[in-house]
């Protein structure tokens, strides 16, 4: 799977210095990686006959047991949170109170999940040490190798300045290159503008619905050139729910139902953003704050 691939979905991948304060990244060191393996066998067993939200990726569960309506966050966006944290296994209490930060300032199982999660939301998170506080913990309360559990009250996630700027600038530029095309496009309150090219009659995706879909990548300021040409079966663990994607398509494939294609013009701030995408491999690159089009196929729903 290429870079833009894998970052066309949300998960976090741009190397950042996080929380309060965390700085691990994906299980490369083999102890790493094998403590990783113990903890999600811990955490699998403990929610044996239950049916969290999970992200294979990371191993981090999710219990709702309220669903908001609004966007996940993203990477740049203050997110206003009720938390209470505890360690997993013994649930003894570090932490309590109410937090208002931008996402990339907390620990990477905070951004992985409440870039899943949507705003309104009321849930239990269990994070797997690797994505809190790692071999070396926080203090006495926090040992090494903790699973960490979080009750979480997802108020809400605002933009950044920059970012609303940005938003702003991003559909007067989505506009204006739909008015020189003669097209004739949805727009959407959040800024993503789109058409639908073939209505379907099936049903319609929720955030967490495994797909079956194909969809493509172009730049709008190169449409001529596909730049990445895909399909995808529920069996894709990583990346088959709406809500694992970038939030153009979190937006827009909530609004399909099954056996439609559409065409999405997304701003930037809801696609690579300010920090944009290339491959090593092949060299293909979405340059920072690009507008994207994506041609999407919804084929079924698992």
Known sequence: MNVITRRLATGLCAGVCFILFSCNDDPDVPDDLARWYQEVAIIDGALAGTQPVKDPESGINMIITKLGTGLPAQKY????????GR???????????????EL???IVGWQIALSKLPQGSEAKLIIPSLYGYGSIG??????????????????KATLSSTEAQRLGSD????????????????????GLRYVITTPGSGPTPTWYS??????????????????????????????????D?????VIGLQKLSVGSKAVFYIPSGYAFG????????????????????????????Q
């Open 77 to 84: 966006n203050v997110v206003d949170i009720d938390y209470v």
């Open 87 to 101: 360690r997993f296994e013994d649930k003894v209490v570090f932490d309590q109170g109410n937090t208002k930060l």
């Open 104 to 106: 990339s300032k907390y």
């Open 138 to 155: 926080s203090g006495s309360a926090i040992p090494g190798n903790t699973i960490l559990e979080f009750d979480v009250k997802f108020n």
């Open 171 to 190: 559909t007067v530029a989505i506009d204006n290159y739909l008015t020189g095309k003669s097209i004739n496009a949805i727009k959407d309150s959040t």
């Open 210 to 243: 495994r797909l079956t879909m194909k969809y493509n990548i172009k730049l709008l300021s190169d449409d001529t050139k596909t730049l990445v040409a895909l399909e995808r079966q529920p069996s894709d663990t990583y990346y088959s729910r709406p809500v």
């Open 245 to 249: 994607y970038i939030q153009g398509l």
């Open 274 to 301: 300010p920090d944009g995408v290339t491959d090593p491999n092949t060299g293909i690159s979405i340059p920072a704050n690009s507008n994207i089009i994506v041609e999407v196929e919804l084929i079924n729903i």
